[in-house]
């Protein structure tokens, strides 16, 4: 059994897959740091989602009414074209606080054989027992940072998001009643903060960056977040950050 930490709700407490492999600290990869990535655009020009929009009723029925909407992205292109895709889910936590809802995230350590270090939402593969992507999303949830599924309402998913790594990626947007108490899984997880929507869901903080990967080159968002007063930055990219755009698009249309 691995060591927990407890966390509380709050706007910042201090501060992947079920499947994870931990390695030694010496034997551990070099945490990718994709700040040093060049940024290609620094500010969008679209506008931010309208907080009417972010408010809790306007959420379930936005979601309860989904229609015709285009997301914008859908992961990596080459993926799509090969075999062998395995299914997986991550939760979406929208935290309802009284002074404005959050997302929560996590951060995974850095001693993680893949994607050490880096932000995610909580989630993993999908087990031969999960009866759905929602299934899978609150069971992961459960077991990476302790969000009991009582306070968790799920009010629907955005489109599948293929990674690089090979996994087909269901994000499951739920509602959070602020009550809970985290407990989190410390051999994968590093810490758990909350991010506020309004923040993500306004395109002038989604940065677009190149990186070049396999010998070509590659973009990606990325939402850089420095909550006051914590003295450091919160860097959300990849596919985390590309599902919170592919969000805007649907919250925006």
């Known amino acids: 059994m691995s060591d927990s930490v407890n966390r509380t709700s709050s706007l910042i407490p201090p ?41 809790v009723p306007a959420l379930r029925q936005r979601f309860a009414d989904a229609g015709d909407w285009k997301p914008e992205l859908f992961g990596d ?30 951060e995974r350590t850095a001693t993680l054989s893949s994607h050490a270090g880096q932000v995610a939402f909580p ?3 999908r087990d031969p027992e999960d009866p759905s992507a929602a299934s899978t999303a609150l069971r992961e949830a ?23 790594t090979g996994y087909r990626v269901t994000p499951v947007v739920a509602l959070v009643r602020p009550q809970f108490t985290l407990t989190l899984q410390t051999f994968e997880v590093a810490e ?7 923040f993500l869901m306004d ?6 960056r190149r990186m070049m990967y396999s ?13 006051t007063p914590v003295d450091r930055e919160y860097f959300i990219w990849g596919a985390t950050a590309a599902m919170l755009r592919n969000l805007y698009r649907f919250l925006s249309a």
């Open 77 to 106: 292109p080459i993926r799509a074209k090969q075999p062998g895709l395995r299914d997986a889910a991550v939760l979406v936590p929208i935290v309802m606080h009284d002074h404005g809802s959050t997302v929560l995230l996590t």
């Open 15 to 55: 501060g992947g897959s079920g499947d994870a492999t931990v390695l030694p600290a010496q034997q551990a990869k070099a945490v990718v740091d994709p700040t040093n990535w060049p940024i290609v655009a620094a500010r969008d020009s679209l506008p931010p989602v309208d907080p009417q929009r972010l408010s």
């Open 142 to 164: 459960e077991e990476e940072v302790g969000l009991a599924r009582e306070y968790v309402e799920v009010i629907g998913h955005l489109p599948e998001y293929l990674t690089g």
């Open 203 to 208: 395109p002038a903080h989604h940065q677009v």
């Open 192 to 198: 758990a903060f909350e991010v506020p929507l309004s």
């Open 215 to 227: 010998g070509a080159e590659r973009t990606f968002y990325a939402m850089p977040y420095r909550p």
């Open 123 to 125: 989630g993993g593969r």
